[in-house]
C-alpha cells in the first residue's frame, strides 16, 4: 500500500503522518500510522519495512535516536511493541502475536541510587527522562519464527529460524533453530522437524 504524497496512510483513522526515517514498501501494509508516533530516530532509513509485511495499528515502535529495525517480507506484527534505542532485526515471514515486547534496552538503571536520580529529575513531566547512558543489545529474530501473544524477549536475545516461543514467555537467552520454547525464563520443550529446503518459501 502506497502512502500519501504527504506521508499519509490511506484511509487511516488517525490523523498523523508516518516519519521521514521510515522507509515502507509499496507491497507492505501499515494500519495507521500511530504505529509511528513514538518513532524518533534520526538517521534516515532507520526502520525498513519489507514487501509483503503487514503492521496492525496496535504495533508500535517506540524507537530512539540510533535505534534502527527492520521487518521482513511477509512478516506480520500483530500488536508488538518495539523499544529499540541500537538494533532490532525481524527476518521473513516470522508471526509476531499481539503484545509482545522487544527490548533491546532497559533505558533506566539498574542501580537503585541512580533511578532515584532519574525519578527526581522526571518531576512533573510527562515522560521518565531516559538514561543516555544506560545498556542495550541489539535482538534478532530469524525467518519462520513464531511467538506467542505477551512474550517479552530481552536484551542481546537472537531466536534462530522455525523456532515458536509459546506465549507468555520471557526469552533471555538465545533460541535455538527448530526449538519450542516456553516459561519464565523460556527453556527448551522440543525440537521441531526441520522442513526440506525446497519446502520453505522464498523471501
Not at 518513532?39 to 509483503?52: E, K, M, N
Not at 531466536?159 to 527448551?188: L, M, T
Amino acid at each position: 500500500m502506497p502512502l500519501e504524497a504527504d506521508r499519509r496512510v490511506p484511509y487511516d483513522w488517525f490523523d498523523g503522518r508516518v516519519p521521514d526515517s521510515v522507509d515502507i514498501d509499496d507491497e507492505a501494509y501499515i494500519e495507521s500510522a500511530f504505529s509511528f508516533q513514538e518513532c524518533r530516530a534520526q538517521a534516515p532509513h532507520s526502520i525498513r519495512i519489507a514487501r509483503g509485511a503487514h503492521l496492525y495499528s496496535a504495533t508500535i515502535f517506540d524507537i530512539g535516536e540510533r535505534g534502527r529495525v527492520e521487518v521482513g517480507v511477509c512478516s506480520m506484527l500483530n500488536g508488538a511493541r518495539l523499544i529499540c534505542d541500537e538494533r532490532i532485526s525481524i527476518g521473513s515471514f516470522a508471526t509476531i502475536s499481539w503484545n509482545v515486547m522487544f527490548i533491546d534496552s532497559y533505558r533506566v538503571p539498574t542501580d537503585p541510587l541512580l533511578r532515584r536520580e532519574l525519578l527526581k529529575r522526571a518531576g512533573h513531566a510527562e515522560l521518565l527522562p531516559r538514561d543516555r547512558n544506560a545498556t542495550s543489545a541489539p535482538i534478532v529474530i530469524h525467518d519462520n519464527v513464531w511467538i506467542g501473544f505477551d512474550v517479552c524477549v530481552l536484551p542481546g536475545v537472537t531466536i534462530g529460524e522455525g523456532a515458536v516461543v509459546g506465549a507468555r514467555s520471557v526469552v533471555v537467552a538465545d533460541v535455538p533453530a527448530y526449538f519450542v520454547v516456553a516459561g519464565n525464563p523460556a527453556r527448551p520443550i522440543r525440537e521441531l522437524e526441520r522442513p526440506r529446503p525446497d519446502e520453505l518459501p522464498t523471501p
